[in-house]
């Protein structure tokens, strides 16, 4: 994984070199070939070295391909507003800041942090959108690394972890979205390195490996407000869970600890919410925010969730579960409008409620075992960030982005569920990975 930054580092500097001669043309040319070639082929060198077994080895290569068909696939496609409208901005706004500018369009700052590193990519490699595309590629591949070095640590059955596996990287909305909607397999990798070290912690119980984890949150966060969901969960979790005695204590120290770290995120939103909340900041009062659950949001795909309710606290505690629903499973079957909803159905809305589903069944069968508390609190990580990121949403096509983020939590919340699954969970040393 490692390797292949360093070819992509190397490929900036040199492209930078040669900035000064080198066409750009709207569709790939000779130069973006050569670049996006030598990096195919470091990432199948990358994935033959990582696999540990031919099935880990077709998968990751399988996944390289396809990303990679699709990003050649978009260059034949007239890239306007029409088509990819935020894939576009992006690229406008990134071009500006490639020469140290900030436009004021799209309502200010558009992107934030996203188009200040894709400009900055843009200033070596100069407004090639194929080479972003492929960028993410690289965090999707690197993302498919670190989790797969996770689902080696928890003892797997074989056939367990083959669908883990092959439900982290055969995720067709995911590769689908990634490749044309490039900031989210970014915000996916951020979420995955974060996961890794929370799990570190989980296994022995380090706090420093808890506080990476949150970092690493709040990095996200700058990427896209909602994945600051992730440090609230992970906070709750760091004060509910009793390491000694591998359970979590539910008393009253802990639940006011609960209510101040509570309180605390809700004082970052009053007073930082333009820097890390980016969708909130025009959001004074719950009222702001609760008032959209009588509002459909745009575009075919859109949707209203909830009841219009006057008192705000109310709304919200009577709308979130309601608007979490919508959030999981649109776009329902009685709003397809055609194919890409069926495939996005499938995919997406059945793909992640079916994880979810195990893990509370598991749980509801109360199994034991040594990382049954590692899927509570993965529950407990999607509950928040599925919280935040409803009342953000409205509309199918933003949901199904927004949950695609969710997807290194939910493969490893499909792991352990799938792992406790059966009556013995505890594989033999020859069924184990």
Known sequence: ??????????????????????????????????????????????????????????????????????????????????????????????????????????????????????????????????????????????????LISILRRFELKRTDYKVAVAFLIISLNSIWNGSIYTREPIIRLIIAISLFFFCQWYDCGKSKYIYIAMLFSAVGAAFHSGVISLALGYSIIYILYDHKHHRFNLNRNNMIKIILVILAFAGLWIFFRHILFGYFERADSLEDVTGQSGIQGRGGSGYKAGFSISNPILGFLINTPIRIIYFLLVPFPWRWRGIIDIVSFFFSSLYYSYGEYLACKVLYKKKKGKYINLVIACLLVVLCGYTIYSWGTSNAGTALRHRDKFLPVYIILLALSLKYKHTDSLATKEERV
Not at 62 to 74: E, G, K, P
Request: glycine share 6%; charged share 15%; with cysteine.
């Open 1 to 146: 994984m490692i390797a292949v930054w360093v070819v992509f580092c190397t490929e900036a500097i040199i492209s930078f070199a040669l900035k000064s001669i080198l066409p750009y043309p709207d569709g790939l040319d000779t130069y973006s070939i050569v670049l996006i070639f030598i990096q195919f082929v470091t990432l199948c060198i990358s994935a033959i070295r990582f696999g540990k077994t031919n099935y880990e080895r077709f998968l990751l290569f399988f996944h390289i391909v396809l990303w990679t068909v699709l990003v050649i696939r978009s260059s034949l496609i007239p890239f306007t507003s029409n088509n990819f409208e935020d894939a576009y901005r992006f690229h406008i706004v990134a071009e500006y800041k490639s020469h140290g500018v900030t436009p004021k369009i799209y309502g200010g700052n558009y992107g934030g942090v996203y188009t200040d590193l894709q400009g900055l990519i843009y200033f070596f490699f100069g407004p090639r959108m194929y080479i972003i595309e492929y960028f993410g590629l690289l965090c999707a591949y690197s993302m498919n690394e670190i």
